[in-house]
């Protein structure tokens, strides 16, 4: 049973942070760019919308095992790239291939039913920088 939502003026302004921009920002980001509309702002509540945001489909969580969690405006199944070398976050346009769900479910006996794809490397600024080296 989905619970309904008190409309929040600070989710609709975090939702449109986050829809406005390609760079799949931490909280902290997100924080930093509402402080200023909503001077009471905790950042606590940046992730306790973010995640609702996340629990109601739509944004996207991307935990990478690192220290800070990163979040994606698009709740639409894409895959992305993390610059090994900036730590950048892109979206890579690719069609998702939908049959690795069924043969992931083939091959362990489970039922699968999403999945997440990351590419990693170094994007096109820190080959420029770097000469291509590693």
């Known amino acids: 049973m989905k619970t309904l939502r008190?409309?929040?003026r600070q989710r609709e302004e975090l939702l449109k942070v986050l829809r406005g921009t390609k760079s799949h920002p931490t909280a902290g980001w997100v924080f930093a760019r509402l402080k200023n509309k909503f001077p009471r702002l905790s950042l606590g509540t940046v992730y306790r919308n973010l995640n609702l945001l996340r629990d109601e489909g739509k944004v996207q969580e991307l935990a990478f095992g690192s220290?800070?969690?990163?979040?994606d405006g698009n709740p639409l199944p894409h895959y992305h790239f993390i610059c090994e070398k900036c730590g950048r976050v892109?979206?890579?346009n690719l069609p998702v291939e939908n049959t690795l769900n069924k043969k992931a479910e083939?091959?362990?006996g489970f039922k699968v039913d999403r999945h997440r794809v990351e590419f990693f490397g170094r994007c096109r600024n820190c080959l420029i920088k770097g000469g291509g080296e590693n």
């Open 90 to 92: 892109f979206d890579i």
């Open 6 to 8: 008190k409309h929040s």
């Open 106 to 108: 083939k091959a362990a």
């Open 67 to 71: 220290t800070f969690d990163r979040f």
